[in-house]
T-cell receptor, first 109, second 114 residues
């Protein structure tokens, strides 16, 4: 079965420091990968997806098929980045998203 | 910006009672979903709905669960006879046509079964 693993439940970094939230997946085909973010008291919202190869709010994520990873990175963290981050996978032909456990990111001033 | 809306925000019910969770997806969206998140656990897929029928469902979505789009705007999740373990946050989501279109989530309904 497909699985998404986010090994860190909690991650705390200082403002201005680099951030990397890890995501590994298990799927033998070509996956679609997403990062969703949930700010305090707000809904889950899409942050970015691998097919877009875009940078959103300074975050980037590169799909590494060899390592089956889709880590989320930002070179300089900001306090407003504090949130819950979920990595998610959709397999070819399927409707559902498979979510990881989530990582709570806290940016300390 | 249009949003997915869910009502109520919090529902308390007794074990064995039926409960209906309501969602209004974004109006031009074609795919509809229910997910749930038990406290401290992952967001889990329950069911997807397209063209007035279930397109995919998980093993969680057993005979106690049903979905309906009764009037072209609402999308409901019914649990026939609630159990304690149904207590969770239930999220509705929708997305437009397009294979890679992202999901838009509602704020969720917190269901507490006592």
């Amino acid at each position: 079965a497909q699985r998404v693993t986010q090994p860190e439940k909690l991650l705390s970094v200082f403002k201005g420091a680099p951030v990397e939230l890890k995501c590994n997946y298990s799927y033998s085909g070509s996956p679609e990968l997403f990062w969703y973010v949930q700010y305090s008291r707000q809904r889950l919202q899409l942050l970015l997806r691998h097919i877009s190869r875009e940078s959103i709010k300074g975050f980037t994520a590169d799909l590494n098929k060899g390592e089956t990873s889709f880590h989320l990175k930002k070179p300089f963290a900001q306090e407003e980045d504090s949130a819950m981050y979920y990595c998610a996978l959709r397999i070819q032909g399927a409707q559902k998203l498979v979510f990881g456990q989530g990582t709570r990111l806290t940016i300390n001033p | 910006e249009p949003e997915v809306t869910q009502t109520p925000s919090h529902q308390v019910t007794q074990m064995g009672q039926e409960v209906i969770l309501r969602c209004v997806p974004i109006s031009n969206h074609l795919y509809f979903y229910w997910y749930r998140q038990i406290l401290g656990q992952k967001v889990e897929f329950l069911v997807s709905f397209y063209n007035n029928e279930i397109s995919e469902k998980s093993e969680i979505f057993d005979d106690q669960f049903s979905v309906e789009r009764p009037d072209g705007s609402n999308f409901t999740l019914k649990i026939r006879s609630t159990k304690l373990e149904d207590s969770a946050m239930y999220f509705c989501a929708s997305r437009p046509q397009g294979r890679n279109s992202p999901l838009h989530f509602g704020n969720g309904t917190r269901l507490t079964v006592t």
